[in-house]
């Protein structure tokens, strides 16, 4: 965990680290301990867990994204996120009459990740973004979060779709089931 936290604010911003490996060998425990580690470090980082927004579910996604908006300036990224062309890429603004309990899953991904992407943070955490978004929202997320590099914002992913990876990934690491971290390459057949 040290060398890892230690490569995160020695390196540059704007790189996007990725962590990949099998399903189940630690690899969201050891994002969160992570997260906690830089947060006592004073460090500000948005998280988008696999967790559903369940404890929003009576809300409606218009609600939300008022609730957001309302938010003190200096806590929402304008510099980098186009909020209206995220909500109309990823079709938010379809459903935005809508009770979060009643969005599927990639309705309900697309919403967290704008949820996660308009706070401003020092790193954003997405533990497996691309999980339930079609072929069209996959390539717009990337093309956000290649922003967020130019940016100069540290990413920090967990995620399993090669091509994705290939595209964003700086430092691609895979966990083993022995929980050591081995470096992996594009292209490579990682896990």
Known sequence: MQNFKTMLLGGKPGLAHVLTGINGVG???FML??????RYSNFKISLCTQKPLSTLSHWRVVDLLD???????????????????????????????????KLSGGENQALKLYLTLIVKADF???DEPTTFLDKKKKEYLLSVLKAYKQNQKTLFMIEHHHAFIDQIADHIWQMLENKNMVQAKRGENYV
């Open 27 to 29: 690899k969201t425990t």
């Open 33 to 38: 301990n992570l997260r906690e580690e830089l």
């Open 67 to 101: 609730f957001m908006r309302t938010q003190e300036k200096h806590a929402i990224n304008t510099e980098v996120l186009d909020q209206n062309n995220f909500l109309q890429e990823m079709n938010l603004q379809k459903i935005e009459k809508t009770p979060v309990m």
């Open 124 to 126: 954003y955490f997405l």
